[in-house]
């Protein structure tokens, strides 16, 4: 039964259309080169309206694989489909397992999150949306549906194709994981030095448990795999990991594309002047030769 006739799940016409201007996405991401603000993260500014980091993250960030999920188990039997290729299946499963960590469990590990504008929610909403109604679509019906029109995606065997591309997606979630805990370990770290330095404080006075500060706004350079090169070595292992997921999809997976694009063009801005916030902060001689986000280049 759908939710939202036409829309959920989508009708060809819809889903074309939200593929069509989902494309156009990265005009939208451009305007970060024009302001420094961005209500989130590092850049959190202190605001009235802000919601709490992590309610806003998994509100914002679940949506995606959710609307993904809920197309592929609908759409299939609008269109008269029996079932839908072991293909379909595996690429959606790449996806929902990105986002179970990204959106779910993500949340839970890290020992604190700053608090996010609901401009910032709103665009990310927005994206995980398009994103999986452009996704899911794909995948539930109007895509490839047969093993031999996934043969046609291809420039080369099948199973070749999505074999290298699913390494080329491991290879780049699990990096993403990695660097994303180096980034955990260090409020990890502020924590722990926190809950030692009270307990010793309480020892010495005798009047109980002293206050202890967050740890939302420690910052630190990290310095182990890739941040030895660059800064925003978890964005960089995001895009090959989404990369890989295009060449599972095949050079003509117009959505799998659109997403990659989306996601540099969202990010990019953000590591640029993120580099420079670590040099305000910081100062040029720690950041060294530190780039943003490729290294030996930007």
């Known amino acids: ?13 819809n889903w074309e259309w939200v593929v069509w201007q989902f494309q156009y996405f990265p005009l939208l991401a451009s305007l970060q080169w024009c302001i420094s603000w961005y209500g989130a993260g590092k850049t959190s500014s202190n605001s009235r309206f802000n919601i709490p980091g992590k309610i806003a993250w998994l509100t914002m960030e679940a949506p995606g694989f959710l609307t993904l999920l809920y197309i592929m188990n609908t759409l299939p039997t609008e269109q008269g489909l029996a079932s839908l290729p072991w293909e379909n299946k595996a690429m959606g499963s790449l996806f929902v397992i990105h986002y179970i960590y990204r959106a779910i469990l993500t949340p839970f590990l890290n020992p604190s999150m700053s608090p996010i504008h609901p401009l910032v929610w709103l665009f990310a909403l927005f994206f995980q949306l398009s994103n999986g109604i452009s996704i899911g679509g794909w995948l539930g019906g109007y895509g490839p549906t047969t093993g031999a029109q996934w043969q046609k995606e291809a420039n080369f065997k099948v199973g070749g194709r999505m074999e290298l591309g699913i390494m080329i997606w491991a290879l780049g979630l699990a990096t993403n994981i990695f660097h994303d805990d180096e980034l955990r370990e260090i409020r990890r770290a502020a924590a722990r030095n926190q809950k030692k330095r009270a307990a010793e404080a309480d020892g010495s006075t005798g009047k109980g448990k002293s206050g202890q500060k967050g740890v ?11 941040f030895t090169w660059i800064l ?3 964005y ?8 890989g997921f295009w060449i599972v999809g095949g050079w003509g ?3 799998a594309r659109n997403f990659l694009v989306n996601e540099i063009a969202a990010m990019l801005p953000r590591a640029i002047s993120g580099r420079h916030w670590y040099i305000e902060r910081f100062g040029k001689e720690k950041v060294g030769n530190r780039k943003a986000i490729i290294p030996g280049l930007l």
Do not use: F, T
């Open 1 to 13: 039964m759908a939710l939202i006739k036409d829309y959920m799940p989508p009708s060809r016409e």
């Open 253 to 255: 997976c117009v959505p």
């Open 236 to 243: 960089l292992c995001e895009w090959i990991e989404w990369g």
């Open 232 to 234: 925003y070595p978890h």
């Open 216 to 226: 939302d706004k420690v910052y630190m350079i990290p310095q182990n795999g890739l």
